[in-house]
């Protein structure tokens, strides 16, 4: 084989490879409505979202493409003032009963007291997996970056850069571990006011409706799923799929630390530190090293 047709032949692998890897431009072209779009919208250029919840119906989006690896981000302003009994989701999911998932959730509070940051993890069907957070600024003011980070190594959750969460694989040692279906992003505004502001104590105040979460710059920066054959095109080592470059597969030493920060000074519940839910018997995952 000549040098050219060698050349040639690498360009053709390496358009290939970084065809797996997608950027998603705006929300009008890489999302829908799937519920409530009567009162939501894509607002300007396709890169800002609203949506809407008030006492007819709440609202939501999905991507029309699934991804398996990459980094998801949004940025989000909550909705502000008394938003008490709502939940503003972002997160990731495939579907079916033995689904995977990654949650994003904020829980409202009535006017003046923190937003409850949901975290969660499902493994095949199974969550059971919270991790809450209050947040060290006002989310309701401005714009903040909520990343999702998924590869074969490790889920690590982001608000503007820092980490506060990882869960890492152990698949070798039974622990299941969201690799091996596409999942879809989502975003939504309902009420949950049957259990999301202080257990349920403080419900929805329709008078404050309409509640108006904004979105804004969501991008994916990841692997395409195109069935099972993504399942090694997607967790592949190469210089297409960055995901899987070793900088991505443990957390650096600064970044612990302000993940360790956080945890510290703004954790208020932690699954693996809850043994009278669990009676003891404590998830795997609870006994393994996360970062």
């Not at 999905?62 to 980094?71: D, E, P, V, Y």
């Not at 502000?80 to 972002?90: C, D, E, H, I």
């Not at 804004?216 to 592949?236: E, L, M, T």
Request: with cysteine; hydrophobic share 35%; net charge neutral.
């Amino acid at each position: 084989m000549g040098s050219f047709q060698v050349l040639f032949v690498a360009l053709l692998v390496t358009a290939v490879a970084f065809e797996q890897s997608f950027v998603d431009a705006n929300f009008s072209k890489s999302m829908y409505f799937n519920w409530g779009a009567s009162h939501s919208s894509i607002l300007g250029n396709g890169d800002d979202l609203q949506l809407v919840l008030d006492s007819t119906s709440g609202s939501g989006v999905q991507t029309k493409r699934a991804f398996l690896f990459g980094s998801i981000e949004m940025l989000i302003k909550l909705v502000p003032g008394n938003s008490a009994g709502t939940v503003t989701a972002y997160y990731l999911s495939s579907t079916g009963s033995k689904h995977d998932e990654i949650d994003f959730e904020f829980l409202g509070n009535v006017s003046g007291q923190p937003y409850t940051i949901h975290t969660n993890i499902y493994t095949q069907g199974n969550g059971s997996r919270e991790q809450q957070f209050y947040l060290w600024f006002d989310p309701t003011a401005d714009f903040h970056n909520y990343t999702i980070h998924w590869n074969p190594t490790e889920v690590v959750w982001y608000i503007d850069s820092i980490p506060i969460r990882v869960f890492r694989n152990y698949e070798n040692e039974g622990i299941a571990y969201p690799s091996k279906q596409g999942m879809r992003v989502y975003s939504s505004i309902w009420n949950a006011d049957n259990w999301a502001t202080r257990g349920g104590l403080v419900k929805i105040d329709w008078y404050s409706a309409p509640f108006v979460a904004r979105f804004r710059h969501f991008r994916a920066r990841a692997c395409k799923w195109n069935g099972p054959v993504s399942i090694d095109q997607c967790a592949s080592k190469s210089p297409a799929n960055w995901w899987t470059s070793p900088v991505y597969s443990q957390l650096s030493y600064a970044k612990k630390g302000q993940m360790k920060w956080v945890r510290d000074n703004h954790m208020i519940y932690d699954y693996c530190k809850d043994t009278k839910r669990f009676q003891g018997n404590m998830p795997p995952e609870c006994f393994k090293p996360q970062f």
